[in-house]
């Protein structure tokens, strides 16, 4: 059986790996630029010669998914956990921490009494919410509509709700679907402490996606800078596949495991047998909303934040790393749904995250940044709405037709986990479709 898996990111790879040991398989997996990876990439800068990632992801112990398909690569043991889950959120005026511990739940208890930023009604407002969890109905509403029903102060969110937003799903709270959100909380925060635990790569994140496990398997061909411009379905119901300049065929199965606007062009010049489905398709694939992410990495002449990474609390960037460099000291700043500030001047965006860092660390000077690199990605993440949650397609199409990524129906965020699990959805389909 010949499948064709396109596109090379977690979604594909994650793809490849589920099928790739089966019997009589044969397996291509096409990717339209010279590397493996997708959105994620590293690349050595070339001034510091630090190896930085395109943003940063943070990861969780829940993402089961996911650290599976590295297990699978081999590079599992890259990957370091937290012994429990500590999350630091520091403001102008406060630091509070948000962790677990050996007392389990209740350590989260003690950690949510002694936040500062939280008044002793907003505390017992925010215990009785997540006491609550499980019976609250979402009813296709937004995480700041929901916050709302249940009692949670503006304080509360602002210092609370707001940054786990932002953090899991990359959106503002008046767009996050409410469904998606507490289904992250019922596996994460409020879990068993291994979910729960904060996850963080040792090398840089491309590197994770390491193929030289399995590029050796001969039912396995890689090709790279192969743009798949269109599809077509043969008499003998095999699939054709075209670039610009050559064509590949004889296909029993295609996996597309691509952005949506690299589908709807793919699906938009192709005609298949399935029209109905392909319309309803291209039309949510229209309608898919993105949100925007900045990364900031910042190389300083002097240590100006001591822990490896925070939250922060009343500034336009959410959250700073610090990473390892081959001189002085390197941080990372990002901000998630950040269409505020996107299309502003690089100078601008820089001062911003200047302003943000002279109002919270003491140390931190203007004048020790020596280098800096600015990321942005335009079109970072599906923005999960409760419209777009309605919209999510199974990875289903017909049989010999599936569809994989982490902006379909996985009832997760879109994030690398569900990527990952995108991908080992659409592979089990391929396989119960054709029973191998």
Same mark, same amino acid.
């Given at each position: 059986?010949?499948?064709?898996?396109?596109?090379?990111?977690?979604?594909?790879?994650?793809?490849?790996?589920?099928?790739?040991?089966?019997?009589?398989?044969?397996?291509?997996?096409?990717?339209?630029?010279?590397?493996?990876?997708?959105?994620?990439?590293?690349?050595?800068?070339? $001034?510091? #010669?630090?190896?930085?990632?395109?943003?940063?992801?943070?990861?969780?112990?829940?993402?089961?998914?996911?650290?599976?398909?590295?297990?699978?690569?081999?590079?599992?043991?890259?990957?370091?956990?937290?012994?429990?889950?500590?999350?630091?959120?520091?403001?102008?005026?406060?630091?509070? !921490?948000?962790?677990?511990?050996?007392?389990?739940?209740?350590?989260?208890?003690?950690?949510?009494? =002694?936040?500062?930023?939280?008044?002793?009604?907003?505390?017992?407002?925010?215990?009785?919410?997540?006491?609550?969890? =499980?019976?609250?109905?979402?009813?296709? #509403?937004?995480?700041?509509?929901?916050?709302?029903?249940?009692?949670?102060?503006?304080?509360?969110?602002?210092?609370?709700?707001?940054?786990?937003?932002?953090?899991?799903?990359?959106? #503002?709270?008046?767009?996050?679907?409410?469904?998606?959100?507490? @289904?992250?909380? @019922? #596996?994460?925060?409020?879990?068993?402490?291994?979910?729960?635990?904060?996850?963080?790569?040792?090398?840089?994140?491309?590197?994770?996606?390491?193929?030289? @496990?399995?590029?050796?398997?001969?039912?396995?061909?890689?090709?790279?800078?192969?743009?798949?411009?269109?599809?077509?379905?043969?008499?003998?119901?095999?699939?054709?596949?075209?670039?610009?300049?050559?064509?590949?065929?004889?296909?029993?199965?295609?996996?597309?495991? &691509?952005?949506?606007?690299?589908?709807?062009?793919?699906?938009?010049?192709?005609?298949?047998?399935?029209?109905?489905? $392909?319309?309803?398709?291209?039309?949510?694939?229209?309608?898919?909303?993105?949100?925007?992410?900045? *990364?900031?990495?910042?190389?300083?002449?002097?240590?100006?934040?001591?822990?490896?990474?925070?939250?922060?609390?009343?500034?336009?960037?959410?959250?700073?790393?610090?990473?390892?460099?081959?001189?002085?000291?390197?941080?990372?700043?990002?901000?998630? *749904?950040?269409?505020?500030?996107?299309?502003?001047?690089?100078?601008?965006?820089?001062?911003?995250?200047?302003?943000?860092?002279?109002?919270?660390?003491?140390?931190?000077?203007?004048?020790?940044?020596?280098?800096?690199?600015? &990321?942005?990605?335009?079109?970072?993440?599906?923005?999960?709405?409760?419209?777009?949650?309605?919209?999510?397609?199974?990875?289903?199409?017909?049989?010999?037709?599936? !569809? =994989?990524?982490?902006?379909?129906?996985?009832?997760?965020?879109?994030?690398?986990?569900?990527?990952?699990?995108?991908?080992?959805?659409?592979?089990?389909?391929?396989?119960?479709?054709?029973?191998?």
């Amino acid at each position: 059986m010949k499948i064709a898996i396109i596109g090379s990111g977690i979604a594909g790879i994650s793809a490849v790996v589920n099928l790739v040991n089966l019997p009589n398989v044969e397996i291509t997996l096409f990717e339209a630029t010279q590397k493996v990876g997708g959105r994620i990439f590293s690349f050595q800068e070339p $001034i510091t #010669k630090d190896f930085i990632d395109n943003g940063k992801h943070i990861m969780v112990g829940a993402y089961q998914n996911f650290f599976a398909l590295l297990n699978q690569l081999g590079t599992y043991h890259f990957l370091e956990f937290q012994k429990y889950l500590n999350v630091k959120l520091i403001s102008k005026n406060n630091c509070d !921490i948000f962790k677990s511990g050996a007392l389990g739940k209740f350590s989260q208890f003690i950690s949510l009494l =002694s936040m500062k930023n939280l008044s002793l009604k907003d505390k017992i407002a925010l215990l009785n919410f997540i006491k609550n969890i =499980s019976h609250i109905k979402s009813n296709n #509403k937004t995480v700041a509509e929901i916050l709302l029903e249940n009692g949670q102060s503006q304080n509360i969110t602002t210092n609370f709700w707001e940054p786990i937003t932002l953090a899991t799903m990359n959106t #503002k709270i008046e767009y996050a679907s409410a469904d998606i959100f507490l @289904n992250i909380l @019922n #596996k994460v925060f409020f879990s068993d402490k291994n979910s729960q635990k904060l996850v963080f790569s040792k090398i840089p994140l491309l590197e994770l996606l390491n193929l030289n @496990n399995i590029i050796s398997k001969k039912n396995l061909k890689v090709l790279l800078s192969k743009k798949i411009e269109k599809i077509s379905q043969t008499q003998e119901s095999k699939y054709m596949l075209f670039t610009k300049e050559e064509y590949f065929g004889n296909f029993d199965s295609v996996i597309f495991a &691509i952005a949506p606007l690299h589908l709807f062009s793919i699906l938009k010049n192709s005609k298949l047998q399935i029209e109905n489905k $392909i319309e309803n398709l291209k039309k949510n694939l229209e309608n898919i909303k993105y949100s925007p992410i900045i *990364s900031l990495y910042l190389w300083s002449g002097n240590e100006f934040m001591k822990d490896d990474f925070s939250g922060m609390l009343g500034t336009e960037f959410h959250w700073i790393f610090k990473e390892k460099s081959r001189q002085n000291f390197l941080y990372t700043l990002t901000k998630s *749904s950040a269409e505020g500030i996107v299309n502003r001047s690089k100078q601008e965006i820089i001062d911003i995250a200047y302003k943000d860092l002279q109002s919270i660390f003491k140390e931190f000077q203007v004048n020790k940044i020596y280098y800096n690199r600015l &990321i942005i990605e335009k079109q970072a993440t599906v923005i999960i709405s409760p419209e777009m949650q309605s919209m999510r397609q199974e990875q289903r199409l017909i049989k010999g037709i599936y !569809i =994989s990524g982490d902006w379909t129906a996985t009832d997760l965020p879109a994030t690398i986990e569900s990527a990952a699990f995108s991908g080992k959805k659409a592979a089990d389909f391929l396989k119960y479709d054709y029973q191998i």
